[in-house]
């Protein structure tokens, strides 16, 4: 009986009830206490001059949002935003109003993947070895534009290439020609939208949507010319 209470006591030690609190024996024999359980219960302290500093974190967001302004889609077409149905610009839920002017929708964009990356840097302490993986992808994808005819500074701003104009033009151009063979008429930009999230996984704006199928029936006129 004594070795049974003793395996009771030793699996109550591990215990994790279902919310989320572990149960450990108490002192008085028979009785338990209930505390909870923590994600930081358990982790290795690092010490702090192996942590990023403030600066290099700012360094690496800005690093990162120039690497996500390298894959905006067809920037080129930017000036002929609003031409359409003004159906406004739309990503991962967040929605613009129809109507508001390109730019200003342009920077409230960039202001929330801004806040975002912060809120995300700035969650839990980074190891600066850890986040050299971040600093490379970041850098590569700037070197890919510039090397794809990119435009600007070098740092994925400016008009030009964009790394993913040609698969997006290459989408909304096999939309547009199915829907011509099926005797329907143009896809909306939320029909285009699905489509890239169904098979890339990939949130595109409305307004990268349209710019893509203006570009694709724009091809369609020369072609039949």
Do not use: H, W, Y
């Not at 890919?144 to 790394?163: H, N």
């Amino acid at each position: 009986d004594d070795d049974d209470d003793d395996d009771d006591d030793n699996a109550a030690l591990n215990a994790l009830s279902e919310d989320g609190t572990s149960t450990v024996a108490g002192t008085d024999a028979g009785t338990r206490t209930t505390t909870p359980r923590t994600v930081g219960e358990g982790k290795i302290d690092v010490p702090r001059d192996r942590l990023m500093t403030v600066g290099e974190k700012t360094a690496l967001k800005r690093e990162l949002l120039r690497a996500r302004r390298a894959l905006d889609v067809l920037t080129c077409e930017a000036g002929s935003d609003g031409d359409g149905d003004g159906a406004g610009d739309e990503m991962a839920g967040d929605d613009v109003a129809a109507g508001d002017d390109v730019e200003d929708a342009d920077e409230a964009l960039d202001a929330r993947e801004d806040r975002g990356l912060e809120r995300v840097l700035n969650a839990a302490p980074l190891m600066s070895r850890d986040a050299a993986a971040l600093f490379q992808l970041a850098r590569r994808v700037k070197a890919l534009r510039v090397g794809a005819g990119g435009e600007g500074d070098g740092e994925g701003e400016g008009e030009g290439v964009g790394l993913l104009d040609e698969t997006v033009v290459r989408v909304a151009r096999a939309a547009r020609a199915r829907a011509a063979e099926q005797g329907k008429p143009p896809p909306s930009t939320r029909a285009v939208r699905k489509i890239f999230r169904e098979r890339f996984g990939l949130s595109l704006t409305n307004r990268e949507i349209e710019r893509a199928l203006r570009v694709a029936a724009r091809e369609e006129s020369s072609a039949s010319r």
